[in-house]
DNA sequence: TGGGCGTAGATTGTATAAAGTTTCGCCTGT
DNA sequence: ACAGGCGAAACTTTATACAATCTACGCCCA
């Protein structure tokens, strides 16, 4: 369970093994899998924030039932990108800057944890890992794909998790960087230069060389960094301020 | 939102609106209701790990069909006090020392820095509910009722947890009692003496004194001793150590 | 007598239908 | 012309029915 190597995730083991034989091939886990794209979507910036997510219009998407649209939309409610108002359905989560600055806030208290125990747990396998890592990044900036870029950048800080083998860190970190995603979507300044990967190569050659204080700087200033670019004051829609104001 | 008086909670206030007409009283949230009970069936220890925790059971408990218990049952197992095994239905988590390990890691993590924002919190109102508090839990320990003793020991903690403000370690920290109940159920020694009330009013002292480094200190040996108290080896049951051998 | 196999019961997973709520458009009255 | 209210449509919520799967008991055979 707290496997320490980069192998493979338990679910696509169960989800290999409890195919015996149903004629859908996806049968494993549907729930998982709109999960799964949904999740990606919101990483990659397609899905913006306050977007409705019908539950029939997803079905349709996946080929499911509204039942497993809702658990899946149930789970992610949980995680915190998507909101479910009573009897007015999903929506994706627009955290505001107050929810904005918890995030970082916990993400920099996490994520030093973090990179201490991937010094402990470094070798060879995980740091090709990484490196293999850092190469599609840095393939996905050249090619100028931005939203293959977004979704690496906060898989970067999953694998360290992961590494890491602290598997309740992991769980949290995965909540806090898919709501990263939907504030940097929400608060990023205009012009930002291609963020991270160096910092992130950085951040790598620092946890090989297991010299555990320049790979908490280097992460420290790295997350630092990504809050500086966000301007987090009230959210552009005047509505929201209403909300605020007035409701909650 | 980040309000740190100690209001009602937002979902309260949701449920009182939304309750137009209805005449079932309880018409205000009954997932709610099921996810709360079952919960704090865990948290007083009257649920054991390991406890199947049937649908139609719960259903008929609650007076609700499957559809809502199923739904709450899936959210607690996002909360990490359940189990789900596909199509064997739902049971009480039952962490493996390794997990135990890993909560009360993270609990000292996120807890000292709680601990530091509930000193800047601090005020009349909120030195009131905390030292009312430690009156609840001198009764319940004068008074024999262990229950309600393990169930006060976990809210002082979630307690600090509001007063810090910081809605993102309140969840996190809801989920690591929780599971700490479990932890705590199944590793404790033996004999173990009244736990923790001295520490909780050690801690509230420092706080109302905004002695932020001697609150530090207190909360970090509380946890510390707890811990302590766990024979964190091989669980009791062999098939357990089985299950970890050769199974995940 | 002990083990393997098959069937029956029970339980969960999924889909569909009924019920309640919200929202939007239209219509009427001033 | 505009404000307010009524009504229908769309959607979510909840319940129920059906299908798939697992567990357990009993039977048969070696």
New interface residues.
Partial sequence: ??STEPSNQ?FEL?AAK?RPKSDVPDASDRVSRIREGVTAAILEHRLLPGTKLGEDEIGEIYGASRTLVR?AL??LA?E?IVNIE??RGAFVARP?P??AR??F??RR??EL?IVDHAVDAVSPVWINRLQQHLAEEREAEQRGDARASVRLSGEFHRLIAEMSG????LG?LKE?IARSSLIILLYRRHDTPACGTDHHAGIVTAIRKRDNQTARAQMLSHLNEIEAELFLKDPAADELRLA?VLG?
Same sequence: chains 1, 2.
């Fill in positions: 369970m707290s338990s169960m409890s658990t149930q789970q949980h915190g009573k009897n505001t107050a929810d918890e995030v806030e916990a208290l996490i944890t602290h598997s309740i860190y949290f806090l605020d909650a």
